[in-house]
């Protein structure tokens, strides 16, 4: 695992996302997150984005396209009104980069990225790093990554880039039902590493479409490490004030 990033502490509170997968094929979706960023977002400090913002990222010449724009403007709308919003590229959205970044005012994150507050630290991910045990995945991830290999495939037609990753994510969901959960989850160990590695700190990421709460003693430390939830048609968010954390979503409990 590489040394993460470090961030300067943002202002609180926190606001964690990840997985939502946007596309203009679930617009319920995407109102649910125009929703999130035009009330929650606005009443925080910052709002982190852990990957997956986007079902798939063809590059950042993509930022025209009716509903990318859309998606930037309210981005950049929020931002305007004074939340900070960071963004770390998932797997389904590694291409985005400076261009989308300036189309939507948002700061990009390298994965990993660790944040100090005065109460705790954060180490954030997008967590598909720590899928140690599907093999197949994780050859294809470090091919992806590779910068020669995102250079020679930005050269593409933008059309022929999105035609692969469309092709590439069919093969992925089926491949997906060959396997068996576990695989497809993080390894314990490769957690327990990173955590130990980056002095023991709060963990939160995302990927795995598996929101819960961890609980850990590694070397006499006490850790926690929290997943984010998927997101299907209403806005789910882990709250931090600064010592505390919250589940959030928009769905009204009824009393």
């Not at 617009?27 to 709002?47: C, K």
């Not at 010449?61 to 770390?88: K, P, Q, W």
């Not at 590493?193 to 002095?199: M, Q, V």
Request: charged share 20%; with cysteine.
């Amino acid at each position: 695992m590489r040394a993460a990033e470090f961030v300067v502490a943002p202002r609180l509170p926190a606001l964690f996302v990840a997985d939502l997968h946007l596309t203009d094929k679930r617009p319920q979706t995407t109102v649910a997150f125009f929703d999130f960023l035009s009330g929650p977002a606005q009443q925080a400090g910052s709002v982190f984005i852990l990957g997956d913002l986007f079902e798939y990222w063809a590059g950042d010449d993509d930022t025209g396209s009716a509903f990318n724009r859309s998606v930037c403007e309210a981005l950049s709308a929020t931002v305007a009104a004074g939340t900070a919003i960071y963004f770390m590229p998932g797997n389904r959205d590694l291409l985005a980069g400076k261009g989308f970044a300036d189309a939507s005012g948002v700061q990009l994150l390298a994965d990993m990225a660790s944040i100090r507050f005065e109460a705790r630290t954060l180490l954030l991910s997008h967590g598909d790093e720590l899928c140690t045990d599907d093999h197949d995945y994780q050859a294809y991830r470090l091919q992806v990554r590779n910068r020669e290999w995102q250079a020679g495939f930005l050269t593409q037609p933008l059309e022929m880039r999105r035609s692969f990753i469309e092709k590439i994510r069919d093969q992925s969901e089926a491949a997906k039902v060959g396997k068996c959960a576990e695989i497809m989850d993080v390894n314990a160990d490769a957690v327990v590493n990173l955590l130990r590695s980056h002095g023991y700190p709060t963990l939160i990421h995302g990927h795995t479409h598996r929101p819960a709460r961890h609980a850990y003693l590694i070397d006499g430390h006490r850790c926690e490490r929290y997943v984010l939830s998927d997101w299907h048609g209403h806005a789910v968010w882990l709250d931090f004030d600064g010592i505390e954390f919250n589940p959030r979503s928009s769905i009204q409990t009824p009393s």
